[in-house]
């Protein structure tokens, strides 16, 4: 009877002991958090390029839960009006280009994004006449933009794959034509938004 009542202590003690070690573990274990991934790929509608672009975001350096990025990406759009004759061709071309220094504040399965973006928008023309190549002509144009941008993601559960959203402005920094040199280009202040989808890999 007095060993039966030991091994009940005893037994008593251990699941006791177990259940509070386990109750420890679950109650001092962080919620999800996304591990330092040092590179990104995505596509985004509206953005930095206006109407579509793809990107590649590197991370620089990440403390805590604060992180340090470059983002670069582009986009190509053809010419709206584009045509071909029997004697004469036109075609419009634009190449847009971005580079957005950005810091990510991550808050378990979210994260918080500002930055600042320095952008190029390069548009390309060109008339082609077969009868008289003499009168073929040739213009290009280039506006430099800054664009500040406040987003926000969130990462899908146990995944890499996040959605995105931001908000940005474009302000005209400098506009210079081939033909004319330097021109002046409405509007000088543009709001926009963006809406798009990553994914983000490679671990420190």
Do not use: C
């Amino acid at each position: 009877m007095k060993l039966f009542r030991n091994l009940l202590v005893i037994g008593t003690s251990l699941s006791l002991a177990t259940a509070s070690h386990a109750q420890v573990k679950v109650q001092t274990k962080p919620d999800h958090e996304i591990p330092y991934l040092k590179n990104e790929v995505g596509l985004e509608v509206g953005g930095n390029s206006l109407i579509y672009s793809a990107y590649y975001q590197r991370a620089i350096f990440r403390k805590n839960n604060i992180q340090f990025n470059v983002r670069i990406g582009g986009s190509f759009i053809p010419g709206i009006g584009n045509y071909t004759e029997s004697n004469a061709a036109y075609r419009h071309l634009n190449v847009i280009s971005y580079i957005v220094p950005n810091v990510l504040f991550f808050r378990k399965r979210h994260a918080w994004e500002i930055g600042l973006g320095a952008n190029l928008f390069a548009s390309f023309e060109k008339y082609s006449y077969k009868n008289n190549a003499s009168d073929n002509y040739h213009e290009n144009m280039q506006n430099y933009m800054l664009t500040p941008q406040i987003g926000y993601r969130a990462y899908l559960k146990n995944s890499k794959f996040y959605f995105r959203t931001a908000i940005s402005t474009f302000f005209l920094v400098h506009s210079h034509d081939s033909a004319y040199e330097d021109v002046d280009v409405e509007p000088k202040v543009l709001p926009w938004g963006a809406v798009g989808f990553g994914y983000a890999f490679g671990k420190k």
